[in-house]
T-cell receptor, first 115, second 114 residues
Framework: DSGVTQTPKHLITATGQRVTLRCSPR?????VYWYQQSLDQGLQFLIQ???????AKGNILERFSAQQFPDLHSELNLSSLELGDSALYFC??????????????FGPGTRLTVT | AQKITQTQPGMFVQEKEAVTLDCTYD???????LFWYKQPSSGEMIFLIY??????QNATEGRYSLNFQKARKSANLVISASQLGDSAMYFC???????????FGTGTSLTVIP
């Protein structure tokens, strides 16, 4: 158990819908990262937050957004869902922000299926 | 150019044998970190080992060691005495000192044969 929690574990929804994925980082970790893992794209970095502020953006679509709250939990919002958004979404946390060469610890992931 | 390259989509190893999973990286930063993660069929991503660019010794964690060759920009994972539970996907990753992002390779699927 990495200490990072993600809910829900599985999510099935229809095209055009909106969903929210939730992540709680490890105790003491201020940085949260979101990743998308699909069969054809591998593990893609989406976005990073540090202590409530956005720090880095990767291949995140405009239909997707995220935020980190004062209690450090983070939410990833996916809207106007398409079949291609079906993937495993990971949250990861680490103790340091930019420049810190520390490992990330991953949550168990949320498996999103868009039908 | 790809930041992380894993050229072995799939590997097989006999139980109790050692296996090396290849990883090369591309960066112009002097300060960076290299990581290996294991993803079993259950889906979770498990951190295995870390090597900093300034570390002179190769990192080791139990049966895992990282063969770090800086000049060749390679960071191969060596698993000794393979066990059936080592069957999984293995991902190499890098974080550059000047950035926030982690870069992941495409992974290597390892199958341990009894």
């Amino acid at each position: 158990d990495s200490g990072v929690t993600q809910t829900p574990k599985h999510l099935i929804t229809a095209t055009g819908q909106r969903v929210t994925l939730r992540c709680s980082p490890r105790s003491g970790d201020l940085s949260v990262y979101w990743y998308q893992q699909s069969l054809d794209q591998g593990l893609q970095f989406l976005i990073q937050y540090y202590n409530g502020e956005e720090r880095a953006k990767g291949n995140i679509l405009e239909r997707f957004s995220a935020q980190q709250f004062p209690d450090l939990h983070s939410e990833l919002n996916l809207s106007s869902l398409e079949l291609g958004d079906s993937a495993l979404y990971f949250c990861a946390s680490s103790v340091v922000p930019a420049g810190g060469l520390y490992e990330q610890y991953f949550g168990p992931g949320t498996r999103l299926t868009v039908t | 150019a790809q930041k992380i390259t894993q050229t072995q989509p799939g590997m097989f190893v006999q139980e109790k044998e050692a296996v090396t999973l290849d990883c090369t990286y591309d960066t112009s930063d002097q300060s960076y970190g290299l990581f290996w993660y294991k993803q079993p069929s259950s889906g979770e991503m498990i951190f295995l080992i870390y090597q900093g660019s300034y570390d002179e010794q190769n990192a080791t964690e139990g049966r895992y060691s990282l063969n770090f060759q800086k000049a060749r920009k390679s960071a191969n994972l060596v698993i000794s005495a393979s066990q059936l539970g080592d069957s999984a996907m293995y991902f190499c990753a890098m974080r550059e000192g000047t950035g926030n992002q982690f870069y992941f390779g495409t992974g290597t699927s390892l199958t341990v044969i009894p």
